[in-house]
């Protein structure tokens, strides 16, 4: 089965300061989905960024970027030029490939970091 | 486009009463998904499903009932609601769609459901 970890339960960032968020996931699939969702105390849920396996470059969204380490099954998140409304929790989630179909394409969560931004 | 919509946004049972939590989307959406996440948690899948009238079991059915007769609705049905069944519940939907060989799909949430069970 496949698993998400994220070892850090808390993360505090001084603005416009540059903070990485770690995950690690383990799998035997060759073809998955892994993104970062971000939950504010909303409770919304709100995709940052994602990242396709068979992709070698690093995904990027404006502040937001990713490196992935397929071999060490490693993919944190760098969030540049922090804001404070950067503050919230976020969650790592890995996808299998949607051609096994089914419950397989539902999104396995890490436990979350809660980050903080200090102005 | 309202996106993904869930109601009530809270709501208090009593043991063994009875709830249906709602759930619509208006992005012609097919797959749809309902999720559970207990307090410092992430999300675990309850049931899902990849079109009308087509739902099956997730991680964590035991409890819980769904149907889906239109593509936009899929309501999630707690039939003797228990302590255990505190959570806050969320509400997802995806198209996927086939590109360069591949299936593309990204979930999109609604705001979730807070249900607390005494």
């Known amino acids: 089965a496949q698993t998400v970890t994220q070892s850090q339960p808390e993360m505090s960032v001084q603005e416009a300061e540059t903070v990485t968020l770690s995950c690690t996931y383990d799998?035997?699939?060759?073809?998955?989905?892994l993104f970062w969702y971000k939950q504010p105390p909303s409770r919304q849920m709100i995709l940052v960024i994602r990242?396709?396996?068979?992709?070698?470059q690093n995904a990027t969204e404006n502040r937001f970027s990713v490196n992935f380490q397929k071999a060490a099954k490693s993919f944190s998140l760098k969030i540049s030029d922090s804001q404070l409304g950067d503050a919230a929790m976020y969650f790592c989630?890995?996808?299998?490939?949607?051609?096994?179909?089914?419950?397989?394409?539902?999104?396995?969560f890490g436990k979350g970091t809660k980050l903080s931004v200090k102005p | 486009n309202a996106g993904v919509t869930q109601t009530p946004k809270f709501r208090i049972l009593k043991i063994g009463q009875s709830m249906t939590l709602q759930c619509a989307q208006d992005?012609?959406?097919?797959?749809m998904y309902w999720y559970r996440q207990d307090p410092g948690m992430g999300l675990k899948l309850i049931y899902y499903?990849?079109?009308?009238?087509?739902?099956d079991k997730g991680e964590v059915p035991n409890g819980y009932n769904v149907s889906r007769s239109t593509t936009e609705d899929f309501p999630l049905r707690l039939e003797l609601a228990a302590p255990s069944q505190t959570s806050v519940y969320f509400c997802?939907?995806?198209?996927?769609?086939?590109?360069?060989?591949?299936?593309?799909?990204?979930?999109?949430f609604g705001p979730g459901t807070r249900l607390l069970v005494l």
């Open positions: 997802a939907s995806s198209y996927p769609t086939p590109l360069s060989g591949r299936v593309q799909e990204t979930q999109y």
């Open positions: 799998t035997s699939e060759s073809d998955y989905y």
């Open positions: 990242q396709e396996a068979y992709k070698q």
């Open positions: 989630a890995y996808r299998r490939g949607l051609n096994y179909g089914g419950s397989q394409g539902n999104l396995i």
């Open positions: 992005m012609n959406h097919n797959y």
């Open positions: 499903s990849v079109g009308a009238g087509i739902t």
